[in-house]
Each structure stands twice: as structure tokens, then as C-alpha cells.
């Protein structure tokens, strides 16, 4: 049973407050692994004395995530799946980003094949302080021919070192691609209830994690968990099946909920593993392109949020991509912390003594947006950052997160007053109200900007140089 609060675990704990894990007190240890800001085995007395053996099998089994955490592929872009402790990211936070995986068939010729799987490999978008990027290649089994899908496997294994999914429902066709890649940890889908003995077989010798598939079918998927676990294989994958429309659409966002509901608010371990959706089954519904993306898109939207660990999908159409990956990593952002960068000073272009002085906080989504907003007009400038713990301006005036004390400080901290001649700074609109204070704080000239960054060019041209 997953421990409720770091008094359960602080009790199996050395207890000798040694420091050792970098904390204090073992107190504080424990309080940081209950929310997997600490890793048990950073307690190394706890590792390495014999006598706490049994206390560390125990802690391991309270740390254990509600759904159990599945790795695919190997090296830098492995990725986990599931290991979530919550239905609701709110009430901690979610842990594994769903992982989006696009497919290639082996029917492609080899400069189509080589094309689409760079293009999945090199896509990024620069989003709130990080490159968003897609996760695997989903190599499917359209030729029907076990030997033509290895090579292809082989093909697309030696153009990208992304994680694979080997897609077929023939184990031998399964059993040739896993000749080739089983080094690299690829997800094999799919046993179902006709071939799961030979892939049972395959996974075991292979030693690699497996999706089991009944669409539509909780029972049967239960059962076909049940026998995979019983002789020995713990990597798991559901796939409830992903109708895309109607009432199927619905059926399956109830399975994909009950599957969730099960593993972590009833406890139910014979269920409890990560969860696959096929949003690409949109593709056989809608024969217009850009409609099957964005049916297909609503589909990864949906069940990013209620409960897909990983996706298999056919569109790369920035139009597809961006909404999708932007949604994962919005709804994977830690609620505890907000997204945050480094106070300070930045240089924006070439500043001189003229340019003016724009001060914002380092809410990550703020700080982004006003910098874009100034560079992409070619606004020379300084923009002194304020640390306002990750808070937007709005919120941090009104919290007392962004006062004119800590403008003065960084203020000074930044030594501007020997960079500019004009010593005026320009405070975001929403902080008006703070701007006889910090007038008054600094000695500086201050004057209000527009609420909005898009608007500074404007503010730009009718208010700059001050006069
Ligand atoms: S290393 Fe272990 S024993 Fe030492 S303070 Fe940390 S939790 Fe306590």
C-alpha cells in the first residue's frame, strides 16, 4: 500500500540524521520522498548497512507508484511510462509526460521512410523555456511479410536512436524485428487473445515490455495482464482500444477512465499499468487529411488528459504537433512549482545608453512572452528580470511577490545606472499601481508600459525616448 505521509516512512528510516542524503534531518528526507523529490537509495546508510535491510524492501514497496513504470527503449531518450499516483495532477502532481509516438509502415520506400523519420526525429519547438520534441517511431506491419518488416525495423533503427513500438499482430513478424532490436528495448504490440502465447514466449526470451490489447474488452484485458504477470513479466502496457468517434469515443474514455479509477483509488495491482491509445484510428474515419489530423488531435487532447501514457499517431503536420505537444506539456508541468527562470538582468540585442529598461518577473511563461515580444521587433534593450518566485505580475503585485524593495535590489544588483544615462525604468502595465513606490525606492524615473508585451512596439514609438 503506497504511504500516505512521510511519518509512515520517517519510522523505517535510519533515524540518525547524518546528513548523508544532503538533508537534515531524516524528517526532512522523508517528507521529500513522498513527493519523488528524493530517491530512497540517496539514503546510502540505509542501502549499505545489512541491518535496515528489511526496512529498505519495505520503503520500496510504500514508494512503489500506484501505476507501475514501464521503460521503452534505451540511453538518453528512453522513456518512462505511467508511475502516476494520482487521477488528478492537482492533488500531487503528474510524473511521466504521455509519450507521443509517430508511425512509419514498411511498405514506405527508403527515401519516404528516411524523410518521415527525420522529420519525427528533428522536430522541436521551442515552448516556455524548453524544445518540445516527439518521443518514438511507431514501425507498423503493413506488408503482412515478416522479413520485410525487420528490415525495415532495422532501417529505421539505424536512422534514429528514438524508442520503437513494433507493431504487428503476427508473432513471427514480431519475433524477426525483435532479432533485430531487442537490444533497444523496443514496446512489442500487440499480444491479443489469439497470439499471446507466442508473444508471451517472444517477451520472455527478449526480455522486452509488451502491450496487451483487448478493445473494448476490460475482462479479457484483465485476465490477458493476469497472464503475462503470473509467468514472469512485469512491463506491461494496456490497450483498452481507442474508438474515435460516437459512442465508441465514448466507450472508451469510460475504459480508459475505469482502467485508471481501478489502479490507483481501488488498489487494484493486477490492473495497474500504463495505458496506450491509438489516436491514429481517426485516420480510418476521416479520408480528408486535415480533418483526420485535427479529429486526431482532439483524440490526444482528450486523452492526454484522462489517462494515455503513450500514443501511437500519424500526423506530423506542425499544425497537429504543436497543439499536441504543447497540451502534454502543460498538462505535465509540476503544479507545485511554478515554472520559473533566472532573475536578473538580460541583454536584449545590442542595447546603448539610450535603450530603454523593461523590468518583468521570471514566471517562465511571462518571461518568454515579453522577450519574443522585444527581439522579434528588434527592440535594443535591458530587461531586468524580477524574482518573483515564478509568479506572473498580476498575481505577484497583488501577493507582494513584486514590490518596489526587491525592484530597488535588483536594481542595484544589475549596476544599470552604469549602462544607461536616462535612468528611467518602463514597468509592465499591470504593476502600475506600484509605480509611485518604486519611484520613490529607486530614484528612478519610472513609466507604466502597455498590460500587454505585443502592444510595446506602439508603446515604443509614442512614448520612447522619454521626454
Ligand atoms: S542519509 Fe538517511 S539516515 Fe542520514 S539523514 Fe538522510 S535519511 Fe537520515
Same mark, same amino acid.
Given at each position: 500500500?503506497?504511504?500516505?505521509?512521510?511519518?509512515?516512512?520517517?519510522?523505517?528510516?535510519?533515524?540518525?540524521?547524518? @546528513?548523508?542524503?544532503?538533508?537534515? *534531518?531524516?524528517?526532512?528526507?522523508?517528507?521529500?520522498?513522498?513527493?519523488?523529490?528524493?530517491?530512497?537509495?540517496?539514503?546510502?546508510?540505509?542501502?549499505?548497512?545489512?541491518?535496515?535491510?528489511?526496512?529498505?524492501?519495505?520503503?520500496?514497496? =510504500? +514508494?512503489?507508484?500506484?501505476?507501475? %513504470?514501464?521503460?521503452?527503449?534505451?540511453?538518453?531518450?528512453?522513456?518512462?511510462?505511467?508511475?502516476?499516483?494520482?487521477?488528478?495532477?492537482?492533488?500531487?502532481?503528474?510524473?511521466?509526460? *504521455?509519450? &507521443?509516438?509517430?508511425?512509419?509502415?514498411?511498405?514506405?520506400?527508403?527515401?519516404? =521512410?528516411?524523410?518521415?523519420?527525420?522529420?519525427?526525429?528533428?522536430?522541436?519547438?521551442?515552448?516556455?523555456?524548453?524544445?518540445?520534441?516527439?518521443?518514438?517511431?511507431?514501425?507498423?506491419?503493413?506488408?503482412?511479410?515478416?522479413?520485410?518488416?525487420?528490415?525495415?525495423?532495422?532501417?529505421?533503427?539505424?536512422? #534514429?536512436?528514438?524508442?520503437?513500438? +513494433?507493431?504487428?499482430?503476427?508473432?513471427?513478424?514480431?519475433?524477426?524485428?525483435?532479432?533485430?532490436?531487442?537490444?533497444?528495448?523496443?514496446?512489442?504490440?500487440?499480444?491479443?487473445?489469439?497470439?499471446?502465447?507466442?508473444?508471451?514466449?517472444?517477451?520472455? %526470451?527478449?526480455?522486452?515490455?509488451?502491450?496487451?490489447?483487448?478493445?473494448?474488452? &476490460?475482462?479479457?484485458?484483465?485476465?490477458?495482464?493476469? *497472464?503475462?504477470?503470473?509467468?514472469?513479466?512485469?512491463?506491461?502496457?494496456?490497450?483498452?482500444? #481507442?474508438?474515435?468517434?460516437?459512442?465508441?469515443?465514448? *466507450?472508451?474514455?469510460?475504459?480508459?477512465?475505469? &482502467?485508471?479509477?481501478?489502479?490507483?483509488?481501488? @488498489?487494484?495491482?493486477?490492473?495497474?499499468? !500504463?495505458? +496506450?491509445?491509438?489516436?491514429?484510428?481517426?485516420? =480510418?474515419?476521416?479520408?480528408?487529411?486535415?480533418?483526420?489530423?485535427?479529429?486526431?488531435?482532439?483524440?490526444?487532447?482528450?486523452?492526454?488528459?484522462?489517462?494515455?501514457?503513450?500514443?501511437?499517431?500519424?500526423?506530423?503536420?506542425?499544425?497537429?504537433?504543436?497543439?499536441?505537444?504543447?497540451?502534454?506539456?502543460?498538462?505535465?508541468?509540476?503544479?507545485?512549482?511554478?515554472?520559473?527562470?533566472?532573475? @536578473? =538582468?538580460?541583454?536584449?540585442?545590442? !542595447?546603448?545608453?539610450?535603450? !530603454?529598461?523593461?523590468?518583468?518577473?521570471?514566471?517562465?511563461?511571462?518571461?518568454? #512572452?515579453?522577450?519574443?515580444?522585444?527581439?522579434?521587433?528588434?527592440?535594443?534593450?535591458?530587461?531586468?528580470?524580477?524574482?518573483?518566485?515564478?509568479?506572473?505580475?498580476?498575481?505577484?503585485?497583488?501577493?507582494?511577490?513584486?514590490?518596489?524593495?526587491?525592484?530597488?535590489?535588483?536594481?542595484?544588483?544589475?549596476?544599470?545606472?552604469?549602462?544607461?544615462?536616462?535612468?528611467?525604468?518602463?514597468?509592465?502595465?499591470?504593476?502600475?499601481?506600484?509605480?509611485?513606490? #518604486?519611484?520613490?525606492?529607486?530614484?528612478?524615473?519610472?513609466?507604466? @508600459?502597455?498590460?500587454?508585451?505585443?502592444?510595446?512596439?506602439?508603446?515604443?514609438?509614442?512614448?520612447?525616448?522619454?521626454?
Amino acid at each position: 500500500m503506497k504511504a500516505k505521509s512521510p511519518m509512515e516512512l520517517y519510522g523505517l528510516l535510519p533515524r540518525t540524521n547524518c @546528513g548523508e542524503c544532503g538533508e537534515k *534531518t531524516c524528517m526532512a528526507f522523508a517528507s521529500l520522498l513522498i513527493e519523488r523529490g528524493k530517491k530512497l537509495e540517496e539514503c546510502k546508510p540505509l542501502l549499505e548497512d545489512e541491518k535496515y535491510r528489511e526496512s529498505y524492501e519495505k520503503l520500496k514497496d =510504500l +514508494l512503489a507508484p500506484e501505476v507501475r %513504470e514501464v521503460v521503452v527503449g534505451v540511453g538518453e531518450h528512453a522513456k518512462n511510462l505511467g508511475g502516476e499516483d494520482v487521477l488528478h495532477r492537482h492533488d500531487l502532481t503528474f510524473f511521466n509526460k *504521455t509519450a &507521443l509516438f509517430y508511425d512509419v509502415w514498411d511498405t514506405m520506400d527508403d527515401d519516404a =521512410l528516411k524523410e518521415r523519420v527525420e522529420r519525427i526525429q528533428s522536430w522541436q519547438k521551442f515552448y516556455v523555456g524548453e524544445f518540445l520534441r516527439l518521443d518514438g517511431v511507431a514501425v507498423r506491419n503493413v506488408s503482412g511479410d515478416p522479413k520485410k518488416f525487420a528490415e525495415c525495423v532495422r532501417k529505421v533503427s539505424e536512422l #534514429t536512436s528514438l524508442p520503437l513500438v +513494433l507493431c504487428s499482430y503476427d508473432a513471427a513478424a514480431l519475433e524477426e524485428a525483435l532479432k533485430v532490436v531487442a537490444d533497444k528495448r523496443p514496446l512489442v504490440y500487440a499480444a491479443t487473445q489469439d497470439n499471446w502465447k507466442k508473444v508471451l514466449e517472444l517477451v520472455l %526470451e527478449y526480455k522486452v515490455p509488451v502491450v496487451v490489447s483487448a478493445p473494448n474488452d &476490460l475482462d479479457r484485458l484483465k485476465s490477458l495482464a493476469a *497472464t503475462f504477470s503470473q509467468a514472469g513479466v512485469e512491463d506491461i502496457v494496456l490497450d483498452p482500444g #481507442t474508438y474515435p468517434t460516437g459512442k465508441g469515443l465514448e *466507450t472508451t474514455l469510460a475504459n480508459f477512465v475505469r &482502467l485508471r479509477r481501478a489502479a490507483i483509488a481501488e @488498489g487494484q495491482k493486477d490492473i495497474a499499468y !500504463p495505458l +496506450l491509445c491509438v489516436p491514429m484510428t481517426a485516420w =480510418l474515419v476521416y479520408e480528408n487529411e486535415v480533418d483526420a489530423a485535427y479529429w486526431e488531435t482532439i483524440l490526444v487532447t482528450i486523452f492526454t488528459i484522462k489517462y494515455a501514457d503513450i500514443m501511437i499517431l500519424h500526423s506530423i503536420e506542425p499544425y497537429a504537433l504543436i497543439p499536441q505537444t504543447t497540451l502534454v506539456a502543460n498538462i505535465y508541468t509540476d503544479p507545485r512549482r511554478p515554472v520559473a527562470v533566472e532573475p @536578473g =538582468l538580460k541583454v536584449l540585442g545590442s !542595447p546603448v545608453e539610450e535603450s !530603454p529598461v523593461f523590468v518583468t518577473t521570471n514566471f517562465a511563461l511571462t518571461y518568454y #512572452t515579453v522577450e519574443s515580444d522585444i527581439t522579434s521587433n528588434n527592440i535594443d534593450s535591458y530587461l531586468l528580470v524580477i524574482d518573483t518566485e515564478g509568479i506572473c505580475v498580476e498575481a505577484a503585485v497583488a501577493g507582494g511577490q513584486l514590490t518596489a524593495a526587491k525592484i530597488k535590489e535588483a536594481l542595484e544588483a544589475s549596476e544599470l545606472e552604469n549602462k544607461v544615462k536616462h535612468k528611467t525604468l518602463v514597468l509592465p502595465g499591470l504593476a502600475a499601481r506600484i509605480s509611485g513606490e #518604486t519611484e520613490d525606492a529607486t530614484g528612478w524615473k519610472v513609466m507604466v @508600459g502597455p498590460p500587454d508585451s505585443g502592444r510595446i512596439p506602439d508603446w515604443m514609438e509614442k512614448n520612447w525616448p522619454p521626454k
